[in-house]
């Protein structure tokens, strides 16, 4: 079955810009979450996603907003993009029930300049 | 507010030999998870544990999870340079938070 899906892999942008990133969780999954990963800061946690509700958010600056449509695809925005905002960016999809584990797609990149 | 240790951040090992690598947390949860990642890639699924006591082995790879103590660990046994990657520990709170909070990683290099 197809895994979690994000798009693009690589992205260049310059500071003051804004940026849409993209993901489809797997089939069936309606919960989608965002993560930054960066050397110095690790891998912490955006927001998560549930039906198109946010119910739980990190903390990272308004400039950082998501949401999510009625097929559970989701996307993250970034305004006024700072070089800070360097990162890969994850997204991991899961299924609810005790059970279900975090599946996580292939992330984006992404360089600030 | 919910902390995930893990120690060692480095090892080095030579092939065959074991090792483990332990992940300590803060707030009481019994959802665990432990991921590998390869240089400039993606988190990929290793073991999901679920309840004290739990134990999982894949390979050479071998988690447990003790939610009395908050300790988990990963054992690598007889390794082997593949196994080569950063490893990663995460929990979530109890309730179901759908949020990961993860260990700042630690990053294996097997030696032949």
């Known amino acids: 079955k197809a895994g979690v899906t994000q798009t693009p892999r690589y992205l260049i942008k310059t500071r003051g810009q804004q940026v849409t990133l993209s993901c489809s969780p797997i089939?069936?999954?309606?919960?989608v979450s965002w993560y930054q990963q960066t050397p110095g800061q690790g891998l912490q946690f955006l927001f998560e996603?549930?039906?198109?509700?946010?119910?739980n958010k990190g903390n990272f600056p308004g400039r950082f907003s998501g949401r999510q449509f009625s097929n559970s695809r989701s996307e993250m925005n970034v305004s006024t993009l700072e070089l800070g905002d360097s990162a890969l960016y994850l997204c991991?999809?899961?299924?609810?029930?005790?059970?279900?584990?975090?599946?996580f797609g292939s992330g984006t990149r992404l360089t600030v300049v | 507010e919910l902390k995930v240790e893990q120690n060692p951040l480095f090892l080095s090992m030579q092939e065959g030999k074991n090792y483990t690598i332990y992940c300590n947390y803060s707030t009481t949860s019994d959802r665990l998870y432990w991921y590998r990642q390869d240089p400039g890639k993606s988190l990929e699924s290793l073991f999901v544990?679920?309840?004290?006591?739990a134990v999982k082995q894949e390979g050479r790879l071998m988690a447990s999870l003790d939610t009395k103590a908050r300790l988990s660990t990963l054992h690598i046994t007889a390794a082997v340079h593949d196994l080569s990657a950063t490893y990663f520990c995460a929990v979530d709170l109890q309730g179901g938070s759908e949020k990961l909070v993860f260990g700042k990683g630690t990053k294996l290099t097997v030696n032949p």
């Open positions: 544990l679920l309840s004290n006591g």
């Open positions: 089939s069936g999954h309606r919960s």
């Open positions: 996603y549930f039906s198109e509700t946010q119910r």
């Open positions: 991991a999809s899961r299924r609810e029930g005790p059970g279900g584990g975090y599946t």
